[in-house]
């Protein structure tokens, strides 16, 4: 949610739908000043914040958007409620600042439902069967989102964000790039997890698991964006017989070369959030994260006693999103051709993407060009 | 709360306390700023807010304060951990805005306190039975701290504000006026009912019911401030043998004339949360009140189809607080002949005080010349 005028927008757009008889629950996150304030009153106070404590101080973000939300409902003279994650029912576990939703009670949400309300419910935040405020973690509202579609067995989830949908390729960096109106929920996986911020891989994982299609949309336009959906369900003309589905990047990677057995490596995944990628060689492991994790990530090295052998800053990746990629020798063969023209440039694949992992500052010239070669529409 | 660097000096305040072996349980208000933005949010959203969902947004404002608190607190290496007025028991009925404490089911605060933490509680919320999240009102921070003291069977209740106790007049229009160390639970609720901001008359009633004795100190100074008891408690020597104990001031009343049953009357007083004086004549009745309920009374007035005969603003009133003044009667004598010196001036007493009615713009003469003829410091 982005401020006043935003609330005021989507209050007027839940109407409309509200008025031509659908039933709402709204998920909401918090203000992006709101949550950058909180963290900024936190650091004022202290370097290394109780997570416990960071839990209740972030969650007032959420509590100030739906009430908000839920008054600008009123105003429009639409019956609505707020509830926050305690009182939708979202059970969680007890793992402050990144904890995982166990159930969903969600017994006073139907209740306002069949009073022909819309519920507004607090994205990101639970509470543990210990009555202790959680919060979700990265992706948290979009979990959030999807976790209460699930529960509700609703018929859709309608993520509303920053961006139209999903495109073909990062929009800033390729401005002929297309939205992709109907994708697969592997696909989407493979997306997020390369690079694409549309939605958070957390979400997506949970969406597939449960089978509920996901439509992101713009929250500026409310335009028809992005539906993410079971793979067999898209419609032929939409698949575009095509095999590479877009195009995914990271411009800030770090690359560390170190000494671990596999044991501290899974423990070390465990510390950290998202490791972007590992790969095993006879003498060494190299993991590949991004810079917002590296204070976890080092911290997790010392914690598992594991020695730094080098550490490699200014990599960026780009992976071409599709199933089975790697067996189109052809495609393959001038994939790896455009590697070799590009200085410390590597190649590797996946079941779901090829990936290159190349110098920061040549990124956006790979996407540009693999997007031309591969994507772009035919006139 | 103030800010940031009130929040730290209250940490490492109550640092020193917690090691002297207290055992401290930390009521806390929302920072003033906090309040004034949410506000202000809502106003951009609608007129008539609904109270519930006002509830709702306000209650974010304990909750960072809170959190930031036992952040600070653990940042000096205390324990501590901050609890919603629903995970501290604050069970109230759901008049949302204005709710009353019902009971306090303080487990989880005393489980706690076993483990030598400091619990930080939200003032000014609580759950209702029904799960839903309330305010107290005006006074509520004040009421939840003096309610936790009661439950808890504290020793104490320590009050900290931005002045440094009681004085005997309002420092602001008598600069010599006095601290007075020890005052009891009648004075002070007349005092507070008078005009003094010290303590909010909902928290002395409450006090006083329960016997808890109260202490006011400046959260600025720490220094020794006011100790709100039992009268009978009260030390000989800081009793000082005079019957007037203070002088309370409000330098912005109104005064309505309107034609009204009693019975519409006893209605408009259970929708305005405060009136401050009414008075029956045979033709009308005349009620006062403060500037900051006008809507509150004229909507009231409205509701109970009450006449209005004539509205008066600009009115101040003046208290001398004490015993059973009006029965010196050569006090009242002296009080009636300076009400006489003041155009459209009149007096009236009761039990604990005895109170001029008079222009605005002459209370703060008043008090000076009061305070100076009975309650200055012998030299």
């Known amino acids: 949610m982005g401020s006043v005028e935003l609330i005021l927008r989507i209050a007027s757009r839940l109407a409309e739908d509200y008025r031509r008889g659908e039933k709402i629950v709204l998920v909401v996150s918090a203000m992006a000043k709101t949550t950058d304030s909180l963290f900024a009153l936190a650091h004022q106070i202290t370097r290394f914040p109780s997570r416990r404590e960071m839990d209740m101080l972030l969650t007032a973000g959420e509590r100030i958007s739906m009430s908000l939300l839920s008054l600008a409902l009123l105003e429009e003279g639409v019956p609505s409620i707020s509830f926050t994650g305690s009182q939708s029912g979202i059970i969680t576990n007890g793992n402050h600042g990144n904890a995982r939703i166990k159930k969903v009670n969600a017994f006073r949400i139907h209740e306002e439902l069949d009073k022909d309300k819309i519920v507004i419910v607090a994205g990101f935040q639970g509470v543990s069967t210990g009555k202790e405020i959680t919060t979700l973690g990265r992706g948290g509202s979009d979990t959030s989102a999807v976790a209460m579609a699930c529960y509700l067995k609703a018929d859709r989830c309608e993520i509303y964000t920053d961006v139209d949908g999903v495109f073909t390729a990062d929009p800033r960096v390729v401005p002929n790039a297309r939205l992709i109106p109907e994708i ?196």
Chains 1, 2 share one sequence.
């Open 184 to 379: 697969g929920y592997k696909d989407m996986l493979a997306l997020a997890l390369s690079g694409s911020k549309v939605l958070h891989p957390r979400a997506v994982e949970y969406a597939m698991r449960h089978g509920v299609p996901v439509e992101v949309r713009s929250s500026f336009t409310f335009r028809e964006g992005t539906t993410i959906k079971d793979e067999y369900n898209i419609k032929e003309g939409n698949m575009e017989k095509r095999e590479i589905i877009a195009i995914a990047h990271k411009d800030q990677l770090l690359r560390y070369r170190i000494d671990a057995s596999e044991k501290s490596i899974a423990m070390i995944a465990a510390w950290v959030d998202e490791l972007h990628k590992i790969s095993y060689h006879e003498e060494y492991i190299e993991v590949y994260i991004e810079p917002k994790y590296e204070s976890d990530f080092e911290f997790a090295l010392e914690r598992a006693k594991v020695k730094t052998l080098g550490k490699l800053d200014e990599l960026g990746s780009v992976s071409l999103i599709g199933d089975s990629l790697a067996s189109d020798l052809k495609l393959m063969a001038e994939l790896i051709s455009l590697c070799k023209a590009i200085p410390k440039c590597s190649l590797s694949h996946s079941q779901t993407a090829v990936e290159f992992i190349l110098p920061a500052d040549k990124t956006a010239d790979l996407v540009a060009k693999l997007h031309d070669e591969y994507l772009k529409e035919k006139q």
